[in-house]
């Protein structure tokens, strides 16, 4: 499998998460609906069925009007947007 999301860079965990199109199937959705549904995230293009969720939580700034930067669920550090 590969890796979309990369790695955090303090803990290394893998900032991959569960796979976007199992979202609407967990609902009860059809595969065609759940396809449908997907196609409208970042990534489908590149990745289509095995585009995931992201598990980093994205740091934004209102000033900026723009992501700053990065929090790892894991481990809790937070890290600027281009080190990512």
Do not use: Q
Request: net charge negative.
């Amino acid at each position: 499998m590969s890796n979309i999301h990369g790695y955090c860079p303090f803990c290394s965990a893998n900032l991959d998460g569960d796979l976007v199109i199992n979202y609407p199937l967990t609902e009860g959705k059809t595969m065609e609906e759940a396809l449908e549904y997907a196609k409208d995230y970042s990534g489908w293009s590149e990745h289509k069925e095995k585009n995931r969720w992201g598990r980093a939580t994205a740091l934004y700034s209102i000033v900026k009007d723009r992501v700053i930067g990065y929090r790892c669920p894991d481990c809790n550090e937070t890290w600027d947007r281009g080190k990512k």
